[in-house]
């Protein structure tokens, strides 16, 4: 059966940079950030509802630095002095560093020839296999291939109209093509604001069978970046959502008055749990505004796996599919 990447949402875990040296790997959040300064994707904003309690406006585009330092050790970029941390400060565990970096090391000198996503994926699973704090969790938000061609296509008849001398219908083409991303920003936007709502907590007290309990923790801090191909160059809006593994919650049971209002852990457990539901909100919401505005009509996938847009065949999406054709006999092989 042929699959290929159509809407989703993904969440895998992010950790700490300080675990390896940059020679071997660079964290998430400075792979983000680089999208940006190497590849020219726009800049990140902040989206979380918790972003406020920082001083972050929503809406507002992500300084590097004041990223680095709340992503890579949770310093609050209230202070000054970059000196206080929101809860606790990453847990260090005793020769981590050397261990994941030799290990990363071993592998990545295993497959000299990986590409790029591939070098990122031995990189994680590696970091899984050791214990490592959980800085934040990436939720990706990317479209099916049609949707990525749709935005493509309008883009193409704005500099066409644009070298013809019309000026005009030229902005007409853009503004079409920025409803594209409008749509996709929309989708992204009403997922996390489901994420929030419905696995917002966090821990509280000694958890074991039979006790400890769950704490509403429904405000998180969220930097939210757009991309506009795949790491093989190929068209495929996406976006990329780093969820700070540190939210504020108001705990009126505990002991302590400083753990009343406090910055703990998210519940991971309860993200994991949320996303597929969070996956169809997007989907749907992404449909609907493309239809609403564009008109454009959507057709269920014939191996049933989502929708495409319709009029966009299957020829032409696998045009550009570079990945795809990339695997595809490989993968066939190992049917056989």
């Not at 923790?217 to 540190?246: G, M, Y």
């Not at 169809?280 to 191996?303: F, K, M, N």
Request: hydrophobic letters at 40%; a neutral charge; proline letters at 4%.
């Amino acid at each position: 059966m042929r699959r290929e990447r159509c809407v989703m949402l993904t969440i895998s875990s992010g950790y700490d940079p300080g675990y390896l040296t940059r020679a071997v790997a660079t964290g998430r959040e400075n792979y983000y950030l680089s999208a940006v300064a190497e590849h020219g994707e726009p800049p990140g904003i902040w989206t979380g509802l918790g972003c406020p309690e920082l001083g972050l406006s929503v809406g507002s585009e992500v300084n590097n630095k004041i990223m680095e330092r709340l992503y890579g050790a949770f310093i609050d970029p209230r202070d000054p002095e970059h000196k206080t941390t929101l809860g606790r400060a990453p847990s260090r565990f005793a020769g981590n560093n050397d261990k994941i970096s030799a290990l990363i090391a071993a592998r990545l000198a295993a497959e000299p020839d990986a590409a790029e996503e591939r070098r990122d994926q031995i990189i994680m699973q590696a970091m899984k296999e050791q214990r490592a704090a959980v800085h934040f969790f990436d939720a990706t938000f990317s479209v099916p291939k049609s949707v990525s061609l749709l935005h493509a296509s309008l883009q193409v008849r704005a500099q066409q109209a644009r070298d013809a001398g019309q000026a005009d219908e030229a902005e007409q083409w853009t503004a079409r093509a920025q409803i594209v991303w409008d749509a996709i920003m929309a989708g992204n936007q009403a997922m996390l604001e489901y994420l929030q709502r419905e696995a917002g907590y966090s821990r509280a007290g000694y958890h074991s069978k039979g006790s400890g309990r769950f704490v509403d923790a429904h405000e998180w801090v969220i930097a939210s970046f757009a991309q506009h191909t795949s790491r093989d160059n190929d068209p495929q809006l996406h976006v990329h959502n780093a969820i700070l593994n540190r939210v504020l919650r108001e705990d009126p049971l505990a002991t302590r008055e400083g753990d009343r209002r406090a910055w703990r852990t998210l519940d991971g457990i309860a993200l994991y749990a949320a996303k597929p539901a969070a996956g169809a909100i997007a989907e749907r919401t992404l449909a609907e505004y493309l239809s609403d505005r564009l008109g454009v009509q959507t057709i269920a996938r014939a191996d049933g796996n989502g929708w495409e847009v319709a009029g966009i065949s299957e020829a032409v999406r696998d045009q550009f599919s570079s990945r795809r054709r990339a695997i595809e006999p490989r993968v066939q092989q190992l049917i056989e």
